[in-house]
């Protein structure tokens, strides 16, 4: 049995840290969450495509949320894909260069995904807490803060992704 970290059994220095594990279950927790969000965004416009055309009766709520889950898919998909590594790069150019050019421009690269992300989370958040008091239109239940939730809450969810990776490069 190999003593490791904190003295604990079974537990060595290349088990996952508490900090992984939570990571791990935030992008799956998050994976969920995106595939019920598709499965609402689906359901919302074939019941509206339902009763319009079917049925001969609009339903007046049905485009504002079916726009409102896009919204949130959008922002929450991007966390994703940010985590798998999905958004746009330059690797035709990164892959050419020479292993330790090859990291400065990951690290430069992160660096500045990092600082963009403080615009989206700092803005997000004011209007986030500006539309506090206002309401959807055929919705009026839905407050607008929290449709703009997802801005700050991606973007800092972004940033974390960003500081590990960037943490990850530099120990690298």
Do not use: C, K, N
């Amino acid at each position: 049995m190999s003593v490791g970290h904190a003295g604990r059994p079974g537990r060595t220095a290349s088990a996952p840290s508490w900090l992984h594990w939570a990571a791990g279950w935030l992008v799956t927790a998050l994976e969920a969450y995106v595939a019920v969000l598709m499965a609402a965004l689906a359901i919302v416009v074939l019941l509206g495509v339902w009763y319009r055309y079917v049925l001969q009766r609009a339903l007046p709520w049905y485009d504002e949320f079916a726009e409102f889950l896009l919204v949130w898919l959008t922002f929450y998909g991007s966390v994703l894909a940010m985590h798998r590594g999905a958004h746009i790069g330059f690797e035709t150019l990164t892959d050419a260069l020479p292993p330790a050019p090859r990291r400065a421009a990951a690290i430069f690269a992160e660096s500045g995904v990092l600082l963009v992300q403080i615009a989206p989370w700092t803005y997000g958040w004011v209007l986030a807490q500006a539309a506090s008091f206002d309401t959807a239109l055929s919705l009026r239940a839905v407050r607008l803060s929290w449709i703009y939730s997802a801005i700050p809450i991606s973007a800092g969810l972004m940033f974390l992704i960003g500081l590990r990776r960037l943490a990850a490069l530099v120990r690298s």
